[in-house]
């Protein structure tokens, strides 16, 4: 198979899987990380991200061209070393590094190698190809994928047809999967933007607040997870106002929400144009979140003067949380999706249990109730991140 670098296509650096300080340094560096560059998706840089290598004398060993830490496994109780390999494409969101220090530890527990492949380049369909088509080059045992644009679905089934085991994680279309008998890891994107809608509108009551505007960022315009998750909150919002009396409407608008310098103005910008009618900003993903967070400091918003909630946890969106700024977030546990796949994949191969259609990962809300628990939580998998030399954010 042709490789993408043979076509000019993206080049190959791999993580060494020691700690560095980006990754360790965990409020510091995701503040730092809010500021990201823009470039061309067809000049994408992909990563090798995370990758392990396992031998029974637990030495450094070299993996894909690159070192790695090897982990000591069990092969009596856990069966050969095998490659797990991840597409997840989308660098910049820190969610993906942390699906990935789930699959990453999944494998070492059961003493197989890991590869994580993600692009610093902007999340498109052609960068998911890439992505895509690197990790099929790389020969898996076992291929883990997100499927946030159509081009992912025929490179999951070449993978399928050449015997590979593929679980999608995160995101997937639901027709697809049913049609390709392909195993789900990740929450239910449609019912958590209905969550999100209702939430809001109810915020907004509790608020004395019947109309206005609810206005949602969108960081990827044409990407499965985020207008699936906004064509739930139109209609989450719109089967409140059927049954409360309401009248609130909807809209969502581009955002660069992965580039913090240039998503703020065009925030800005967009709330001056809807002037008095804005009551709230829903988030869809990690990224239009933490803007949401950082227009309202902008912006000199009082805590809780506008509805803000959204998707996702990590350290600044707990941090909203805990100010006030933000009233909730659904948490859909991205450790557990990398995690729980891996483990998946692990027993679908040695012991021949094929997973479940669907692994529900959850809709679970956070609020400032319990904001502390899961804080604690994201700090220690931001730290696991260092040790595994996994980057949050590009």
């Known amino acids: 198979m042709?490789?993408?670098?043979?076509?000019?296509?993206?080049?190959?650096?791999?993580s060494t899987g020691a700690p560095d300080a980006k990754a360790t340094s965990t409020?510091?560096?995701?503040?730092?990380?809010?500021?990201?560059?823009g470039a061309s998706a067809l000049s994408a840089s992909l990563l090798l991200a995370g990758c392990t290598s396992s031998t029974a004398e637990g030495s450094t060993t070299l993996a894909a061209g690159g070192?790695?830490?090897?982990?000591?496994?069990s092969g009596a109780s856990t069966g050969p070393?095998?490659?797990m390999v991840s597409a997840l494409a989308y660098a910049s969101c820190p969610c993906v590094g942390i699906i990935m220090v789930g699959a990453r530890n999944a494998a070492e527990l059961v003493g197989w190698e890991y590869q994580g492949l993600v692009s610093s380049e902007t999340d498109s369909p052609d960068t998911l190809n890439a992505t895509y088509e690197q990790a099929l080059t790389l020969q898996p045992d076992v291929l883990l994928g997100g499927m946030?644009?159509?081009?992912?679905e025929p490179q999951a089934e070449a993978a399928i047809e050449s015997g590979i085991p593929f679980i999608a994680v995160n995101t997937a279309r639901t027709e697809w999967l049913?049609?390709?008998?392909?195993?789900?890891?990740?929450?239910?994107?449609?019912?958590?933007?209905?969550?999100?809608?209702?939430?809001?509108?109810?915020?907004?009551?509790?608020?004395?607040?019947?109309?206005?505007?609810?206005?949602?960022?969108?960081?990827?315009p044409g990407s499965l997870p985020i207008e699936e998750r906004f064509r739930g909150i139109a209609d989450g919002a719109a089967a409140f106002n059927s049954e409360n009396s309401t009248n609130f409407a909807t809209e969502q608008f581009p955002d660069e929400s992965a580039d913090l310098a240039r998503s703020v103005p065009i925030y800005q910008a967009k709330i001056t144009e809807v002037g008095d009618d804005l009551v709230a900003l829903a988030g869809t993903s990690t990224q239009t979140h933490i803007a949401n967070y950082r227009v309202a400091q902008e912006l000199g918003w009082e805590p809780g003067e506008y509805v803000i909630g959204g998707f996702d946890t990590d350290p600044l969106i707990n941090e909203a949380i805990r100010e006030g700024y933000s009233m909730f977030t659904i948490d859909q546990q991205f450790f557990a999706q990398g995690f729980i796949?891996?483990?998946?994949?692990?027993?679908?191969?040695?012991?021949?249990?094929?997973?479940?259609?669907?692994?529900?990962?959850g809709n679970s809300v956070v609020r400032a109730d319990n904001i502390e628990?899961?804080?604690?939580?994201?700090?220690?998998?931001?730290?696991?991140?260092?040790?595994y030399g996994i980057r949050l954010g590009a």
């Open 2 to 14: 042709q490789s993408p670098q043979d076509r000019g296509g993206p080049n190959i650096s791999i």
């Open 27 to 37: 409020l510091i560096t995701r503040r730092k990380m809010l500021v990201l560059s």
């Open 148 to 152: 946030w644009f159509d081009p992912a």
């Open 67 to 73: 070192t790695s830490t090897s982990v000591a496994g």
């Open 81 to 83: 070393k095998r490659k």
């Open 178 to 220: 049913a049609e390709n008998n392909v195993p789900y890891v990740g929450q239910d994107l449609y019912l958590g933007g209905v969550l999100v809608g209702r939430t809001v509108a109810q915020q907004l009551v509790d608020k004395g607040v019947t109309e206005g505007l609810i206005l949602t960022g969108n960081v990827s």
């Open 373 to 387: 628990a899961i804080d604690e939580r994201d700090q220690k998998l931001n730290e696991l991140a260092g040790v």
């Open 341 to 361: 796949a891996g483990i998946q994949a692990w027993q679908w191969v040695e012991r021949g249990m094929v997973p479940p259609a669907i692994y529900d990962t």
